[in-house]
């Protein structure tokens, strides 16, 4: 029987953010390659409620301790301050004593394959086991250098990874001239330690085929793959127009991760009074769980905002919406948000950042708006004209269809698995 480990930096489970549901089908998708594989998860647990979710897929569950106050400060003063050697967050989740325990649980289940979830557990790789797989996500080195153009939008540059930091330097992290050289500091340890880390990995991953491939050539890797999410559009069929409240624009995500928040932050501030001058009815829904008070604050101040927080069903909620809104400031790799809510029919205008990695046809599948008058421009075009809205729901269900099926999706992982030791 082949068996599969999973490290991962969190619990795959539930669907309550996009990393998880990334996970969740690098899980299932092995799971369908290899029916009788068996699936180990080592992980650090984020909300312990989550742990009754655990899917049938993983057979075996072990959580993992987070270092302790003083490892996390001696980590972040030794290996990131004075050596430079670490990442922050690499040294906020090394534990010696965890390290000690994969160790023990791979030599006990000898897995042919050990994914790792993210550069900040890469530090746990343990020689001499079957293949290693690096999961990336994106190049958090770049995210972090382009949060520093838009640093006056970002409430906390470190958003919900603040809450792992020592007590101490937490203090510190919440001043703004800190957080800024802190960032700038975390982007250049990322940079040099995401290729370091490349080096002692068989294959790695990133959720954009674009980004995979730029990294391929820059640390010369023999297995650098794109595996994104996968979307299958449930049979909307293009002959029946979906019904839509053309009144209505989202924006969807986890609002505590500053991409997210300091994009809501912006559109409210620089583009919305120009929507709703023009369609005075048009209202527009923030929706992820962990609004900011920064977030919470625009549906006091501008009018037609409403912040909805954590729904039950994001779908039900987005898929009547006219369009939604992806107005990112800064970000890598391919927003799920995007090809998901196209995968859904609802048309969206977001800008060149937001459609990185997407190589949809701008005002044909979505539309990619270069200035914020014309992001105004696009967004009342979808709320006015009906028959542009139906042609854009159609032509985006399509094009997730080609591009991001679980057929397309699964290709380089069963890639990946065709290797032997």
Same mark, same amino acid.
């Given at each position: 029987?082949?068996k599969?480990?999973?490290?991962?930096?969190?619990?795959?489970?539930?669907?309550t953010?996009?990393r998880k549901? /990334?996970?969740?089908?690098?899980?299932? @998708?092995?799971?369908?390659? +290899?029916?009788?594989? $068996? !699936?180990?998860?080592?992980?650090?647990?984020?909300?312990?409620k +989550?742990?009754?979710?655990?899917?049938?897929?993983?057979?075996? /569950?072990?959580?993992l *301790?987070?270092?302790?106050?003083l490892?996390?400060?001696f980590?972040?003063?030794?290996?990131?301050?004075?050596?430079?050697?670490?990442?922050? @967050?690499?040294?906020?989740?090394?534990?010696?004593?965890?390290? $000690?325990?994969?160790k023990?649980?791979?030599? &006990?289940?000898?897995?042919?394959?050990?994914?790792?979830?993210m550069?900040?557990?890469a530090?746990?790789?343990?020689?001499?086991?079957? @293949?290693?797989v690096? =999961?990336?996500?994106?190049?958090?080195?770049?995210?972090?250098e382009?949060?520093?153009?838009?640093?006056?939008?970002?409430?906390?540059?470190f958003?919900?990874?603040?809450?792992?930091?020592?007590?101490?330097l937490?203090?510190?992290?919440?001043?703004?001239?800190?957080?800024?050289? #802190?960032i700038?500091?975390?982007?250049?340890?990322?940079?040099?330690y995401?290729?370091?880390? %490349?080096?002692?990995?068989?294959h790695?991953?990133?959720?954009?085929?674009?980004? %995979?491939?730029?990294?391929?050539?820059?640390?010369?890797? $023999?297995?650098?793959?794109g595996?994104?999410?996968?979307?299958?559009?449930?049979?909307?069929?293009?002959?029946?127009?979906?019904?839509?409240d053309?009144?209505?624009?989202?924006?969807?995500?986890?609002?505590?991760?500053?991409?997210? =928040?300091s994009?809501?932050?912006?559109?409210?501030?620089?583009?919305?009074?120009?929507?709703?001058?023009?369609?005075?009815?048009?209202?527009f829904?923030? !929706?992820?769980k962990?609004?900011?008070? &920064?977030? /919470?604050?625009?549906?006091q101040t501008?009018?037609?905002?409403?912040?909805?927080? *954590?729904?039950?069903?994001?779908?039900r909620?987005?898929?009547? %919406?006219?369009?939604?809104?992806?107005?990112? #400031?800064?970000?890598?790799?391919?927003?799920?948000?995007?090809?998901?809510?196209m995968?859904?029919?609802?048309?969206?205008?977001t800008?060149?950042?937001?459609?990185?990695g997407?190589?949809?046809i701008?005002?044909?599948?979505?539309?990619?708006?270069?200035?914020?008058?014309?992001?105004?421009?696009?967004?009342? #075009?979808l709320?006015?004209?009906?028959?542009?809205?139906?042609?854009? =729901?159609?032509?985006?269900?399509?094009?997730?269809?080609?591009?991001f099926s679980?057929?397309?999706?699964?290709?380089?992982? &069963?890639?990946?698995?065709?290797?032997?030791?």
């Open positions: 029987m082949k599969m480990m999973f490290i991962t930096n969190r619990l795959p489970f539930p669907n953010d996009g549901n /990334l996970l969740q089908q690098y899980i299932q @998708q092995v799971k369908d390659i +290899y029916p009788e594989c $068996r !699936i180990v998860n080592l992980s650090f647990v984020d909300d312990k +989550y742990l009754e979710h655990k899917p049938d897929a993983i057979a075996r /569950l072990e959580s *301790e987070l270092p302790g106050m490892e996390k400060l980590n972040a003063l030794v290996y990131s301050l004075l050596m430079r050697k670490w990442p922050l @967050q690499v040294s906020v989740y090394y534990s010696r004593r965890t390290h $000690r325990r994969i023990q649980l791979i030599e &006990e289940e000898q897995p042919e394959f050990i994914f790792y979830d550069v900040r557990v530090e746990y790789v343990a020689d001499g086991t079957g @293949q290693r690096l =999961s990336y996500d994106d190049l958090l080195s770049l995210r972090y382009r949060q520093l153009q838009w640093f006056r939008y970002i409430p906390s540059v958003g919900g990874f603040s809450d792992k930091l020592p007590s101490g937490k203090r510190f992290a919440d001043l703004k001239f800190i957080q800024k050289w #802190l700038a500091f975390e982007s250049k340890l990322l940079h040099k995401e290729k370091h880390a %490349a080096r002692h990995f068989q790695l991953i990133f959720t954009s085929p674009k980004e %995979a491939e730029t990294f391929r050539q820059i640390v010369s890797h $023999r297995s650098c793959l595996i994104p999410m996968r979307f299958d559009p449930d049979g909307q069929s293009a002959g029946n127009p979906r019904p839509y053309r009144n209505k624009l989202v924006f969807v995500g986890k609002m505590d991760i500053p991409h997210n =928040s994009a809501c932050v912006f559109f409210c501030e620089k583009i919305w009074p120009s929507i709703k001058r023009k369609a005075p009815d048009a209202t829904y923030i !929706i992820g962990n609004p900011t008070a &920064e977030v /919470l604050r625009l549906q501008y009018p037609g905002v409403i912040v909805t927080g *954590e729904v039950d069903d994001v779908k909620v987005v898929s009547d %919406a006219a369009l939604m809104i992806a107005p990112l #400031l800064f970000g890598t790799g391919i927003k799920t948000k995007i090809v998901e809510a995968s859904w029919g609802v048309p969206v205008v800008n060149p950042i937001g459609s990185e997407i190589n949809a701008n005002h044909e599948d979505l539309f990619v708006s270069e200035t914020d008058e014309e992001m105004v421009r696009n967004v009342l #075009l709320l006015n004209d009906k028959e542009m809205n139906e042609k854009v =729901s159609r032509n985006s269900i399509r094009y997730v269809s080609r591009h679980s057929s397309v999706t699964r290709k380089n992982l &069963e890639l990946i698995l065709s290797y032997s030791h």
